[in-house]
């Protein structure tokens, strides 16, 4: 017989609303829940009781104990580029001297030096450099986490930063989810057109099957609509399922692709027209706004009230990579508050409901009900608020599965290069 496990009385368990009622225009709609505590059974949720129910028979159940605490979701994160190679803490002091970053890719630098890096390194080499990222992400609250490839910009190196993903996956007990980004950066071995002909017809056909996303970096500097066009019409032909960098470093009508592709999430929006935004409006897309790069970048924030105005889901990501390395999503969740506009509640609703939905995952994770993964956030604070204006400092204990997250266990699985 299956012990149940009790997550038992907490002070308040918070709800996520909807992405049906979010797309109606209630992205600051959250329901609290008092005097209730959530039951699990083989890793899911099985059902919200009456705390006072309990009382009488707590001893029928596993009890995590969380009298003070409130109980939320466990965060979703879906955008990073958490697989990679070394750092570009030079770059960091370059930015601040006010070199643009379109200028470094093209001296070199920036993600193209994290590809020669990506590439010298060895599989192992950067699952344990990437482990320790992961690690960060999911004792700061975060249960899934999408994880794109594109620093290595060729058939052999993409794939190896797929069997990174893989090993992790095996490591971790957080979700993966797996995004294949070629167009990322031209490689220097290589002319625009000719690295896009190759990402359709080698690196697309050959890697789709490993991966539940492509991507493309659609921005000025990277590549251009008739790329992204001719790359996630491949795509779509082989049914996959599209993500898109835009509006990142300027504005090139990239949005308008809405037009043209089943788009899941548009993502960084930097630089975003109002008319560029009107493309997303009645369409099944997700807005995600990555603050931590407008942070590290030194630019203006994404206008979070502007997609939400437009009944646009806004999900918040960390963007985690070498140029915004910080693998906390509660900072990154200040930054949405203080800088792009955005309540609380908002915000909420855009780490666990809005990023579900993007990355298809809204009946499993992201939300607290029956039937729902059992990853939660036990978090020692009596309001949700204090968990991103206190973010250095919140205690919390993350659940996945109905587990607890053991850091320990997790090392002794590791494999270190």
């Known amino acids: 017989m299956v012990r149940e496990k009790i997550i038992y009385n907490p002070e308040k368990i918070y709800i996520p609303e909807t992405i049906e009622n979010i797309r109606k225009g209630n992205q600051g709609s959250v329901d609290v829940l008092q005097d209730k505590s959530i039951v699990i059974r083989n890793n899911r949720i099985l059902s919200i009781i009456n705390t006072g129910t309990l009382r009488n028979n707590p001893d029928n159940y596993t009890c995590i104990d969380t009298s003070g605490k409130i109980v939320t979701p466990g965060f979703v994160d879906s955008h990073t580029h958490m697989v990679y190679a070394g750092d570009r803490s030079e770059e960091f002091e370059m930015r601040s001297r006010g070199i643009k970053y379109v200028d470094l890719i093209k001296s070199g630098n920036g993600i193209l030096k994290t590809v020669r890096d990506t590439r010298k390194a060895s599989e192992g080499e950067i699952t344990f450099q990437s482990l320790k990222r992961a690690i960060k992400h999911m004792i700061n609250g975060v249960t899934t986490m999408e994880i794109k490839s594109g620093y290595g910009l060729d058939l052999i190196n993409e794939g190896k930063m797929l069997d990174v993903m893989d090993r992790l996956q095996g490591i971790i007990p957080a979700k993966i989810v797996k995004t294949l980004l070629p167009l990322h950066a031209v490689p220097p071995d290589s002319d625009r057109e000719s690295y896009v002909r190759k990402s359709c017809n080698e690196i697309l056909p050959t890697l789709q099957e490993r991966v539940d996303f492509v991507d493309s970096f659609c921005d000025e500097g990277a590549f251009t609509m008739r790329d992204t066009?001719?790359?996630?019409?491949?795509?779509?032909?082989?049914?996959?399922?599209?993500?898109?960098?835009?509006?990142?470093?300027?504005?090139?009508?990239?949005?308008?692709?809405?037009?043209?592709?089943?788009?899941?999430?548009?993502?960084?929006l930097l630089h975003s027209s109002a008319s560029g935004m009107d493309n997303a409006m009645y369409k099944d897309v997700v807005a995600t706004i990555l603050p931590g790069t407008a942070f590290s970048l030194g630019e203006n924030y994404a206008r979070a009230g502007e997609w939400i105005e437009r009944h646009v889901p806004v999900a918040v990501a960390s963007d985690i990579s070498p140029l915004s390395p910080v693998a906390d999503i509660k900072f990154h969740g200040n930054l949405a508050i203080r800088h792009c506009g955005m309540t609380t509640d908002e915000l909420f609703n855009g780490l666990t409901t809005v990023p579900a939905h993007s990355l298809g995952l809204e009946r499993n994770k992201g939300n607290i009900g029956s039937g729902y993964d059992a990853d939660l956030l036990i978090i020692e604070t009596g309001a949700l608020r204090n968990v991103f204006y206190d973010w250095a400092n919140i205690q919390l204990t993350t659940v996945i599965g109905g587990n607890v997250l053991d850091v320990k266990k997790i090392m002794r699985k590791s494999i270190k290069p």
């Open 229 to 268: 066009e001719k790359f996630f019409s491949k795509a779509v032909e082989a049914g996959k399922k599209l993500r898109l960098h835009a509006d990142e470093i300027g504005d090139i009508g990239a949005l308008g692709l809405l037009r043209e592709f089943p788009i899941s999430s548009i993502d960084h």
